[in-house]
Every structure is written in C-alpha cells, then in structure tokens.
C-alpha cells in the first residue's frame, strides 16, 4: 500500500491575544491588531458617504470607469446632491450616446435641477434609443418637476405609441 500523507496541523500565522490586542495603545507595536476589531469609521457617517469615497477614488484612477459613474450618480442623486449627480449622469451619456437608461438618467437629474428643456430633450432621446417603460416614468418621482408640464402628456403619448408598435 502506498504511503499516506502526513496531515497537517492548522496553525495561525498570526497568533491573537485579544484581551492584549483591544488593550493596546494604537500607536504602539501590537496596535494595529486591535484596529481589525474597530468598526470602521465611516466618513460624515453614513453608507452613501462611504459609497462615495469608495466610487470616487475609482472615477480619480479612471475617469471614464461607466459602472462606477452610474452608481456614483444614484448615490448622488439618493443624497440629495442633484448638481453631482447631474455632472455624473451628463459624462455617462457621453460615454454612452446609443443608451437609452444613460439618456433616461440624466432626463432625471436635469429635472430635478430645474432644467426642463433639457431634461424633456432627453426623455425624447432615451424613447427614440429604445426606452418603453411608461408606468415606470409615470411614478418615477424624480420627474415630478415635468408632469404638470403640457410637453409630459405629448411625451407621454409618443412613449405609448412606440410601446404598441
């Protein structure tokens, strides 16, 4: 019969002394043990807070990065920071013309920083690109600001009629 392997006995490599590591002054030579069992601190305080620093540190390395732009516009958008948002929303739709989701999105943010013209410009662009949903911009609150506006019912219209055909 042929030989059997040896098991090994699991070893930590790094041997914890937890009552130490929680006691240690941070700055001193075990500190940095107890900073693994510190909650993590997070910027002003909250998630998006944390989202942004996180998606923002990437947009600096790669200025063009489509999936952090997208989601750093609804963190934007979701704190309140509409002009951010409508930076974000504008650079998307540039790096994706043919989107209608990009042209939609930033329909949005022109909305809701005031600028009606563009942003029924850019609800016409994202239904022409291929955009169908109707119930959907119907309740999106982001485009409140339009919907007294004679241009929504006109839109509207010419969204349900490219949905039928």
């Known amino acids: 019969m042929g030989r059997r392997p040896k098991r090994r006995r ?22 940095w043990v107890r900073c693994l069992f510190e909650p ?31 989601i750093l516009g609804e963190v934007y958008t979701r704190r309140g920071d509409y002009r951010k948002g409508l930076d974000a929303d504008i650079r998307l739709a540039r790096l994706k013309p043919n989107s209608c989701t ?38 999106d609150r982001d485009l409140d600001a339009l919907k007294d506006d004679p241009r929504w019912k006109v839109l509207m219209e010419k969204l349900e009629e490219k949905a039928r055909g």
Request: net charge negative.
């Open 102 to 139: 990009a042209h939609y999105n930033l329909a949005c943010s022109y909305a809701l920083t005031g600028q009606k013209k563009f942003a029924f410009e850019e609800l016409a662009k994202s239904i022409e690109l291929g955009y169908r949903d109707a119930e959907h911009m119907r309740r």
């Open 10 to 31: 699991s070893r930590s490599l790094l041997p914890l002394d937890i009552q130490r590591a929680f006691a240690a002054d941070p700055g001193s030579e075990d500190g």
């Open 40 to 70: 993590i601190k997070i910027p002003g305080g909250t998630k998006d807070d944390l989202e942004v620093e996180f998606w923002e540190s990437i947009i600096r390395r790669n200025p063009d990065h489509v999936d952090a732009l997208t």
